[in-house]
């Protein structure tokens, strides 16, 4: 059965901590993984991985996937209190775009 | 707005009613997603649609609950005879032809409840 588990379940900073949030997975057919910003409403799109060891990033925001290990971390450096959000891990599992979601990680960021 | 839309953001059924749920995938996308987040959980995939076909439905429930992506119009999410069970979040997603199918969109989402 398809596996997403994301660490910490809940995490609270303050302005200009750093954080790293945890996604390890076992899907089946995998072939990319995604990062999902979710406040009071839509997932918003974060990053799409699908090779191993390459690093995106966007901002303050950077992620990297390794596909040996099955596991993916998302980095936010310089936090400010609009990162505070929940944020989602989700790996595609067949070739029908099917994303399978973790239970996402609360983050909090005082001032 | 050339965003994922939806429609109504939020629906209140009774018991035994039909809820309709509509989705507008962004500008120039074709494939549409539907998703549900129960109180408390994670989002669930329920079914991939192209236009006029059902790709993959392995989430959807057996019974009560369908979906279509005509030709013209929005995808339609069905769900007859709603149970409280039900009340949940659904969202939908697109993603452009053509593309990697996982770089999905998500649209606001519908807030449905059942009382």
């Known amino acids: 059965e398809d596996k997403v588990v994301q660490s910490p379940l809940s995490l609270v900073v303050h302005e200009g901590d750093t954080v790293t949030l945890n996604c390890s997975y076992e899907?089946?057919?995998?072939?990319?993984l995604l990062w999902y910003k979710q406040e009071k409403k839509a997932p918003t799109f974060l990053f799409m991985l699908?090779?191993?060891?390459i690093e995106k990033k966007s901002g303050r925001l950077s992620s990297i996937l390794d596909k040996k290990e099955l596991f993916s971390i998302l980095n936010i450096t310089a936090t400010q209190t609009g990162d505070s959000a929940i944020y989602l891990c989700?790996?595609?599992?067949?070739?029908?775009?099917?994303?399978?979601f973790g239970q996402g990680t609360t983050l909090q960021v005082k001032p | 707005n050339a965003g994922v839309m939806q429609n109504p953001r939020h629906l209140v059924r009774r018991r035994g009613q039909e809820a309709r749920l509509r989705c507008s995938p962004m500008?120039?996308?074709?494939?549409v997603y539907w998703y549900r987040q129960l109180p408390e959980e994670g989002l669930k995939f329920m079914v991939y649609?192209?236009?006029?076909?059902?790709?993959?439905e392995s989430g959807m429930p057996k019974e009560r609950f369908s979906a279509e992506f005509p030709k013209e119009g929005p995808s339609i999410l069905r769900i007859q005879q709603v149970v409280r069970g039900d009340s949940a979040a659904y969202f939908c997603?697109?993603?452009?032809?053509?593309?990697?199918?996982?770089?999905?969109?998500f649209g606001p989402g519908t807030r449905l409840t059942v009382t």
């Open positions: 989700a790996p595609g599992s067949s070739n029908t775009g099917k994303l399978i």
């Open positions: 997603a697109s993603s452009l032809a053509g593309s990697n199918p996982y770089e999905q969109y």
């Open positions: 899907v089946t057919n995998f072939r990319s």
């Open positions: 500008k120039g996308h074709s494939h």
């Open positions: 649609l192209q236009k006029e076909n059902i790709i993959d």
């Open positions: 699908t090779s191993s060891g």
